[in-house]
């Protein structure tokens, strides 16, 4: 039986299950891919962006930029410590959540859940990509008796493949039936509330980014490139940090932001090195202890993709390969400094701004954050703006606001009373998520709620 089990190991599940433990709270994590760090190392989304200075439910992101400026893998720029090499953040995640006792268990995710007769989960079913050639073995091959295997032979099997693990392949998959008094989603996309059948809002979109990653750019040149083509330092900063250069820029297609790289993209549109949606948005960043490396945000895919559609996220996904090809070509051939630069790194996730968000005890407004509403339990205090990218030229806003607040009852499913939800997929509306959705913000979400289901126990 654990107190916790936190579903995804990314952003904000991260936050959660490390809290929870360090709380003393018996805490499982559940992650369907290979690492921990979800959106910043599967999807290379980097820096964590600047959210303000509130010090509500920082912890978390406190230590973690203190384990990480340990292995070099840190820099503060622009006043923002959020700026991280995402290979070693995998690891220095893997060291800080063992430290404090989570269990982590990769390559799973939740099958099914069980209620009680209160509607809460009582157990949930983990579907683990496991080891299971010694089921094919106890239950000679019998395809009709392995499929509907009970929870007890399951768990028979699950002590043989851990006492002996030689008999293991990774082929089939189990159901391990888990005991918790609380669930945290932290998938992104809500696939444990959806399993529990909760209702969401989920029919408006933003643009889908298969982010990238460049190495060997030869970073004093492109600064100076930088430094004469463009002098708005806002656009394009450019800073040495301990010998080494650090900077960002970025281009947009949209009339609005008549920003400096436009008429190199409009050429190298008119010599056909890239099609007019490739430069529809582009943005790069410095990677903290990566030397000649940078971070690409970008390319976005200026349709909206249907993130449930296996088949839509598939065209996309060969789309922005593509796209990363031109791209990539494009800055060699066009940004003094990029001579004898390649691809380093593709992400191997669809960067989804917003998909499901799930309908809880207190749907948080745009109203809300534009007004500054103050709440009795705040999960965060922030100012990240409104970021709407949109899939239309000239569609796309960045709204600036002040301070707002986010309870701690749009975390909370409204129809099952042990599930909480961490992260993008939280109860609030299109246009406030746009400003929430930020890794700071999401860190905040994990470690409040920990703090708040330690303090129901
Ligand atoms: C293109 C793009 C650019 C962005 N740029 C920035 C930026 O520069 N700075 C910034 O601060 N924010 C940025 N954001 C926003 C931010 O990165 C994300 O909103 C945030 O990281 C989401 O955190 P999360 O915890 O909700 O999800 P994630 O970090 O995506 O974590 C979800 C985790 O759950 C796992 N998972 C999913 N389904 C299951 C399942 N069924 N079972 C088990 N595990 C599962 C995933 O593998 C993953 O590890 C950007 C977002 C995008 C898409």
Redesign the pocket.
């Known amino acids: 039986m654990y107190d916790v089990v936190v ?7 991260v936050a959660a299950a490390y809290t929870a433990a360090k709380n003393g709270l018996k805490t499982l994590l ?4 290979i690492h ?5 190392t ?2 290379l ?5 600047n ?1 303000g200075k509130s010090e509500i439910n920082r912890e978390f992101f406190d230590e973690l930029t203190e384990k990480m400026a340990q292995q070099g893998a840190q820099i503060e720029f622009e006043g923002n410590k ?1 700026w991280f090499n995402p290979e070693v953040l995998k690891i220095v995640l893997d060291k800080m959540l063992l430290s404090v006792g989570v269990e982590i268990r990769f390559l ?3 099958y099914s859940v069980e209620f009680d007769f209160n509607k809460n989960i009582k157990k949930l079913y983990l579907q683990q990509e496991l080891l299971s050639e010694c089921i094919n073995k106890r239950y000679s091959n019998n395809p009709d008796v392995i499929r509907n295997l009970s929870p007890d032979m399951l768990l028979e099997c699950l002590e043989t493949i851990r006492t002996d693990n030689n008999e293991s392949s990774l082929n089939e998959r189990l159901l391990e039936p888990i005991e918790t008094r609380y669930v945290i989603d ?4 809500c ?2 509330g959806k399993i529990c059948g909760c209702n969401f809002f989920e029919n408006e979109f933003q643009p ?2 298969l ?1 990238f990653i460049m190495g060997g750019i030869d970073m004093e040149k492109f600064a100076e490139f930088l430094r004469s083509v463009d002098d708005n330092r806002e656009v394009s900063p450019v800073e040495c940090i301990g010998g080494e250069v650090h900077l960002s820029t970025a281009y947009t297609w949209d009339k609005a932001s008549p920003w400096a790289l436009r008429p190199i993209f409009e050429k190298a549109i008119a010599a056909g090195d890239l099609t007019e949606e490739d430069s529809n948005y582009f943005q790069v ?1 410095t990677v903290a202890g990566c030397p000649g490396a940078l971070a690409f ?1 970008c390319p ?1 895919i200026a349709r909206n993709v249907d993130i449930t559609s296996v088949q839509d996220v598939s065209a996309a996904l060969i789309e922005a390969r593509g796209s990363i090809l031109r791209l990539a070509e494009f800055c060699k051939k066009y940004l003094s400094g990029f001579e004898k630069a390649y691809i380093s790194n593709i992400a191997d ?1 669809l ?3 917003v998909s499901r968000r799930i309908e809880g005890k207190y749907l948080y407004t745009e109203r809300d954050l534009k007004e500054g509403k103050r709440f009795e339990n705040p999960v965060l205090e922030a100012n990240y703006p409104i970021d709407v990218h949109s899939s239309e030229k000239d569609g796309s806003t960045l709204k600036k606001v002040g301070y707002y607040q986010l309870p701690i009852e749009s975390l909370m499913a409204a129809e099952v009373n042990n599930l909480f939800v ?4 939280i109860s609030a509306d299109f246009k406030a998520q746009a400003a929430l ?4 913000s ?1 860190f905040s979400m ?1 470690e409040a709620v920990a703090k708040y289901i330690n303090s129901l126990t």
């Open positions: 579903v995804g190991g990314g952003t904000a599940g559940v992650e369907k891919k921990l760090g979800g959106a910043i599967s999807g989304v980097l820096p964590v962006m959210a959020g799973s995710s939740v932290a998938t992104g996309n696939d444990v889908v980014t982010r960043f945000n976005r996730d960067g989804i701004r961490v992260g993008r997929c959705r930020v890794q700071q999401c994990g």
